[in-house]
RNA sequence: GGGCCCGUAGCUCAGCAUGGAUUAGAGCGGCGGCCUCCUAAGCCGUAGGUCGUGGGUUCAAAUCCCACCGGGCCCGCCA
């Protein structure tokens, strides 16, 4: 048994290519198609040599091999195919004897890692740009879990800027009528998100009634058009909940809602106890919005940080302001009660580009505000630096938009000139998600909803499932409405941006979460029919080309999920995995398993029992269900 | 203006880190086939590509380097 097959292939003929060369550990690539399957390239070996050629093709004739075979050395290649007889019987016998853990890398160093994802701020439902955060930092944990890591979740909650005020201000108008709503089973963030919405927009309308005042008549009438832009955006609420609405306008058009907003941040941070009450329970209302959301996708998180505690009341944030103007005074600037950050000038100066992963650019970064509240960054810097003396982390991976870059660079900056270990805390940049033509705004009502998203996704899996006469139930619906939303998120590359396509991430097809699902279930069907363990099994010379691919596929996995490990690109998992399962397919409709002749029919069930191994194990990393009919 | 990212088939994307073989891979969409047989959300066949452009390095470039062109994002007392 071998927890990485592939591994003990390839060590097999480095081992050959060392004896015949005398160059020990040379590099094996992949041969091309009809040359075999492994290959060495040697030219460079052979221009300093030039009698290695003579001496390869004399020894190759005595070399003794388990694994491989077909050894031929051409066009200054050394390349070797694969005994599937004896690669096949360690293959299976891998695979099944460890089951669950077959892909798992055994002597990896067990680290400690943060995986810090979503982080939504808790003032609307989750739209489709945090589905593309939460998918990939669940299939982050997921992953460096399987592969033995101890890795723990955690959701950064920001309660503490101007934006939740808004929120907090209107819910302290309407609570009564929330309430009633999510009783009768309204989901608590789509109420919320009403609230926080309109009197954001009650607030810019305010803001943009007194601005006029004076002014020319073109710039009047820009602010004009602006400020019918936000009445449209109540405008479009009251269609959707009247009273609500109707409430918020009548009882905040009375209050400077601006200002009120900015005093209530400034009491949040200063520990008002009636503030806190509010913001904290309508805080909490979005968060329990979003945990139905979790659920439905499989989504957990070990924890929830709030900012206000972490950073604010332990007074962590104002301490790190100090602390680096003490440690860095050459890069701190200090004018009308605000501290500016010169990381600009650190990075020119410590020349710290490589070991932190700075842009070339970086601009200066501003601390606080004049009236001594926080900003974000330097609450996101004590978040960084609670993690790392309360967790010990070896890497906290942060999943945060691309165009984060700059904060995220001053963020290592700072955490470098006050001591700590900043290499440790990566990065995890996604481009973004556009929507084609419409643009999204949560903050004027526009978004595609992760729970929209998934409603849709159940209702074209019911129409699918009843077309062809399949099970039909809820809950198959949604697992496989899940595992499509969340294969299309995995399958691309963070670095692209994904312009949102429903047809794509609702296809059921080929390369899909739910074709993963099929193939399965598929494998699983077979299994569950033939009722025999596939324990005794010979490997039969003369396979199909599907039988070997299979086979080379499956020993390649716990290679696959190394690399995939250590880059963290969770794509090629996915391309994986849709390769062994188009492959699967060929198999399954060309040749029987269960009508098999004997011994034949045994070998098939282990090769079969192994499939579902793999897809089973790449399936609960990237957080597909697992159906056994659907 | 500066920085970061992207550019591979009509469309959506793998491959690039660590260069490898004059057939560059998938899926969707086209076109043509396959359900008395382990689930047709499947399979088979077919058409479709100057790997953005131009240089350079190399025995060898989609892959590395430089320049340019196109698209996106960032450069706040917002987050």
């Known amino acids: 048994m071998e927890y990485n097959p592939y591994r003990a292939l390839v060590n097999e003929f480095k081992d050959i290519a060392a004896k015949l060369t005398g160059v020990e550990d040379l590099q094996v690539i992949r041969a091309r198609a009809g040359f075999g399957y492994l290959s060495i390239p040697l030219h460079d ?48 016998d891998s695979t099944i004897g460890l089951g669950p853990n077959y892909g798992k890398v055994p002597d990896l160093r067990r680290l400690n890692i943060i995986v810090e994802h979503t982080s939504a701020n808790p003032l609307h439902p989750l739209h489709i740009g945090h589905c593309r955060n ?28 101007i934006q939740v005020m808004y929120l907090a201000l209107g819910y302290s108008k309407v609570k009564e009528l929330v309430r009633r709503r999510i009783e009768s089973s309204q989901k608590p963030d789509h109420v919320m998100w009403i609230i926080y919405s309109v009197t954001n927009a009650i607030a810019e309308v305010q803001r943009i009634t007194k601005a006029l005042e004076g002014k020319g008549e073109e710039e009047y009438r820009e602010l004009i058009k602006e400020r019918d ?40 941070e200063d520990g008002d106890e009636g503030v806190k009450g509010i913001v904290r329970e309508a805080v909490n209302l979005v968060l329990k919005g979003f945990e139905e959301t979790f659920k439905l996708f499989n989504v957990k998180f070990d924890a929830y940080d709030w900012e206000s505690e972490i950073a604010i009341y332990s007074g962590l944030a104002k301490r790190i302001i100090m602390n680096l103007a003490k440690a860095a005074p050459g890069y701190v600037e200090f004018k009308d009660g605000v501290y500016v950050f010169r990381a600009d000038k650190a990075a020119a100066d410590l ?16 601390l606080n505000r004049s009236d001594g509240t926080t900003l974000y960054l330097t609450r996101d810097v004590a978040y960084a630096v609670w993690c790392l003396t309360n967790c010990n982390p070896d890497a906290v991976i942060r999943v945060i938009a691309v165009e984060q870059t700059h904060p995220q660079a001053q963020l290592r900056i700072i955490l470098k000139l006050l001591g700590y270990d900043a290499s440790r805390i990566v990065h995890y940049a996604y481009e973004m998600v556009n929507l084609g033509d419409a643009k ?6 526009q ?27 809820d809950d198959v619906a949604y697992a496989v409405a899940v595992g499509a939303i969340r294969y299309y998120f995995v399958s691309v590359s963070p670095s692209k941006q994904i312009v949102f396509d429903w047809g794509r991430v609702l296809d059921m097809n080929q390369n899909s979460g739910p074709f993963i699902q099929y193939t399965y279930v598929r494998a699983h069907s077979i299994l569950s029919k033939a009722n025999l363990e596939p324990t005794q099994y010979i490997v039969p010379s003369g396979l199909s080309p599907e039988e070997g691919n299979l ?35 060929t198999f399954y409709e060309k040749y029987p398993v269960i009508n098999a002749e004997p011994g034949l029919r045994e070998f098939r069930l282990a090769l079969v029992k192994a499939v579902k191994i793999v897809l089973e194990n790449s399936m609960g990393i990237l957080g597909i269900p697992v159906l056994s009919r659907m």
């Open 45 to 92: 070996l052979i221009r300093s040599r030039p009698n290695l050629s003579s001496e390869i093709n004399e020894g190759i004739r005595g070399v003794k091999a388990h694994y491989l075979v077909d050894l031929r050395f051409i066009n200054g290649f050394l390349n070797a195919n694969v005994n599937l007889i004896n690669y096949g019987k360690l293959v299976l």
């Open 134 to 161: 939460m998918v990939l930092g669940d299939s982050l944990v997921r992953l460096l879990r399987f592969m033995g890591h101890n890795a723990s979740a955690r959701f950064y909650l920001d309660d503490t800027g």
């Open 229 to 268: 832009e936000w009445v449209g955006v109540i405008a479009d609420w009251l269609s959707r909940d009247k009273e609500l609405v109707n409430t918020l306008v009548e009882s905040l058009s009375s209050i400077d809602v601006n200002a009120e907003v900015a005093r209530m941040a400034k009491a949040y």
């Open 351 to 366: 020349k710290l580009w490589d070991e932190l992963k700075l842009p070339k650019f970086i601009p200066p970064a501003t």
């Open 440 to 445: 999204m705004s949560s903050r004027r009502g």
């Open 447 to 473: 978004a595609v909803t992760i729970d929209g998203l998934l409603d849709d996704a159940v209702k074209r899996v019911k129409a699918i499932a009843s077309g062809r006469g399949g099970l039909n139930t």
């Open 551 to 585: 086979i080379l596929m499956i020993g390649e996995f716990p290679e696959v999920l190394l690399r995939v490990s250590e880059d963290l690109k969770l794509e090629n998992l996915v391309s994986f995995i849709n390769r062994l399962a188009l492959e699967f397919n």
